[in-house]
């Protein structure tokens, strides 16, 4: 299946829809995906989807914030941590336990720090806080080839523009999963955030 460059963060997700719901996502086409852990019970839900979709998504924890998130993750079989703010001690960490660090980061000191500590990739969190110009004064100061994600306050219809400002991918909420949506409307969202991804990287 073709790897987009889409996270899906499942906030709020319930344990007892969590299978359900990744199912349709990857169905969808997104296989990379987010258990924040301020939702409810987040490890049951890493392990659930873990145990039931490991083989076919790419999961991780979002807001991880200490060493106890980082080993829970990598107990249950996670794959990458992503953190709302940049924390080179974890950082560090992730990557000793060979798990994937996206830090959350705004500034171009952050990212510097993210970078040298070792991080994959960087979350540019909120995004909309940086908009169209951050990124591109973002994208020319840091290393070619440096994942330079937008997290947070991104529509579908400004996936263009972000991504010629130097956007490599992009982080979705509410724009895939709010809690209480049926799963047909999951799937319609989903479709809609791979029809709007494929569109715009088609053409770079």
């Known amino acids: 299946m073709k790897r987009r460059n889409i996270v899906a963060t499942l906030h709020g997700v319930d344990v007892d829809q969590v299978v359900e719901v990744v199912e349709v996502l990857v169905e969808s086409g997104i296989s990379r995906i987010e258990i924040p852990l301020n939702s409810p019970n987040p490890f049951g839900s890493i392990s659930a989807i873990t145990q039931a979709l490991g083989d076919k998504a790419i999961i991780g924890a979002g807001m991880a914030l200490n060493r106890i998130d980082v080993d829970g993750l990598k107990v249950l079989g996670g794959k990458f941590i992503s953190s709302p703010n940049c924390n080179p001690e974890i950082i560090s960490l992730t990557k000793g336990l060979g798990l994937l660090s996206w830090p959350g980061v705004v500034t171009p000191s952050e990212c510097f720090a993210a970078l040298a500590a070792g991080a994959d990739g960087l979350n540019v969190t909120p995004a909309s806080m940086a908009g169209i ?38 982080g979705l909420g509410s724009e895939i999963y709010v809690p209480g949506w049926s799963i047909n409307k999951v799937a319609d969202k989903a479709a809609a955030a791979v029809d709007a991804h494929d569109t715009v990287f088609k053409g770079f």
């Open 133 to 170: 110009n951050g990124f591109k004064a973002l994208r020319a100061l840091l290393p070619e080839g440096t994942p330079l994600y937008a997290v947070g306050g991104v529509k579908l219809s400004e996936f263009k523009k972000y991504v010629q400002a130097g956007c490599s991918g992009f």
